[in-house]
């Protein structure tokens, strides 16, 4: 597929002094207020692997936040992206419809979960997605209110600032939010009160029953939820805990909106990760994994929901732009025909059982969770529960000096998520997990 041979190679220091040169451009000219999770700048990437300008092939554990699903400049995207740009780059889909924008809502309307009509909008993040799905619940059943969880994460636009859990970095200094929103535990198994086996028992009930008693069933417009949660640390609610939130939810007349940004388009081993439990969302937020790298979002649900909206009540100069458009069709071809799905299955196989290996050895290693290609270690100090993120700061910069790029995650800043490409040769994706495992060893 890609032409980047798939290897582990350190020909300078991580970073390089090319790297380090151009860096320096960078602080120059780039606000100071953007994060860097690995000091190289990047020349080539494909499969697997980044290439810096220093000649380092890094092992990419990260794949853009789970952008990169099918791989960088994966075949039939780069194929569907050169006829697109050839033919026209915009028309603005609100004043001239074009056919890419159509195809890749019909897709979607048959990729997501449900077989009842469905209706999509595209946009272009998914912080814009997610402020679209509750605009249209709010729209929709004229109420105000919307459920969000401890420990989410739902994007950086003053809403969705708003519905993230996390004040720093994410909400520091850029108040005041939205009004009507309104945070309820998360069923988080390792630290709720009482333990695992309590969370399984009790989170559903006394989440519903604060929801009542706190908002009001006939206030709320929404109840939305990552299904495994991303920046918060691969948090995995217990079995029945969103499917008791989807059914209180339809007997309420609430929107039920998952927040599949990151745990969609294959990533968990299934298309979306509320397949798991069977979940159907009445309206599902997309983006990350959709396009192999270009910049889409879509919400996709019930056709009475979408259609609900006044005419020209949604829109954006950008959504859905006709390069995007043809990307994500490439996507979807290369999820499909290569069964991309399978291929995260069998990764979460081969990263499950190293991780569970280092859960054994290690007693830094308080919980190892996620699913398919979606997994996280999270760090404790050995004994008990307590968040360590010095032995994630530890595992990172370890692994990014032996030439592994490696995302932290985490309220407490102490999980590091790991994903990979999902068409990284399984040789590489166990190479890193060497690594990590040697970096574990360290601490
Ligand atoms: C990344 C992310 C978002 C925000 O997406 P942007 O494209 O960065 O706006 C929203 N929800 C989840 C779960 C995410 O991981």
Redesign the pocket.
């Known amino acids: 597929m890609t032409s980047i041979p798939q290897i582990r190679s350190l020909v300078t220091a991580i970073p390089g002094p090319r790297s380090l040169e151009l860096l320096k451009r960078r602080n120059d000219a780039v606000s100071l207020s953007l994060g860097m999770a690995i000091p190289v700048i990047v020349e080539r990437a494909g499969g697997g692997v980044i290439v810096d300008v220093d000649g380092n092939s890094i092992i990419d554990m990260g794949a853009g ?2 952008v990169v699903n099918v791989g960088n400049s994966a075949e039939r995207v780069v194929a569907n992206i050169k006829a697109q740009v050839e033919s026209f780059t915009h028309s603005c889909f609100t004043v001239a419809p074009y056919m890419g924008y159509i195809e890749v809502c019909e897709e979607l309307n048959r990729l997501t979960p449900g077989t009842h009509k469905k209706k999509s909008l595209l946009v272009n ?4 997605a ?1 402020e679209n799905a509750v605009k249209i619940a709010r729209n929709y059943t004229g109420r105000q209110a919307v459920v969000v969880f401890e420990h989410s ?4 636009t003053n809403l ?1 600032m708003g519905m993230t859990a996390k004040n720093m970095p994410y909400k520091e200094g850029f108040g005041p939010f939205a009004p009507e929103i309104y945070r309820m535990p998360m069923a988080y198994p390792y630290r709720w009160p009482g333990g695992t086996k309590v969370c399984e028992e009790e989170a559903l009930e006394f989440v519903l029953h604060k929801i009542e008693k706190e908002i009001d069933l006939k206030n709320i417009a929404a109840i939305v939820i ?1 299904p495994i949660l ?2 918060g640390g691969f948090i995995v609610p217990p079995k029945g805990f969103l499917p008791g939130l989807s059914k209180f939810a339809a007997e309420h007349g609430i929107v039920f909106i998952a ?1 599949e ?2 745990t969609g388009f294959a990533r968990t081993g299934q298309m979306f990760a509320v397949e798991e439990e069977g979940v159907v969302p009445d309206l599902i ?1 997309m ?2 994994g959709i396009a192999g790298g270009l910049p889409l ?1 879509a919400v996709t649900g019930r056709a009475e929901i979408m259609d609900a909206v006044h005419g020209s009540g949604l829109g954006g100069t950008y959504g859905g732009n006709p390069i995007s458009c043809a990307a994500a069709l490439g996507t979807f071809a290369t999820i499909a025909e290569d069964d991309l799905c399978k291929r995260a299955q069998e990764m979460g196989v081969i990263i499950s059982d190293a991780l569970n290996a280092m859960k054994a050895k290690y007693q830094v290693v308080g919980e190892v969770r996620g699913r398919g290609a979606m997994q996280a270690i999270e760090f404790v100090i050995p004994g008990g529960i307590e968040p360590n993120a010095s032995a994630m700061a530890e595992v990172i910069k370890f692994c990014q000096v032996n030439g592994v790029l490696l995302l932290s995650a985490g309220t407490y800043n102490n999980v590091v998520r790991l994903l990979p490409p999902l068409v990284m040769p399984f040789d590489l994706l166990r190479e890193a997990l060497d690594i990590l495992d040697q970096a574990v060893a360290t601490l």
Do not use: L, N, P, Y
């Open positions: 936040i789970a993040s998914g912080a814009e997610i994460f739902h994007g950086r969705t990552e991303g920046e927040d940004v990151q937020a983006a990350k979002a």
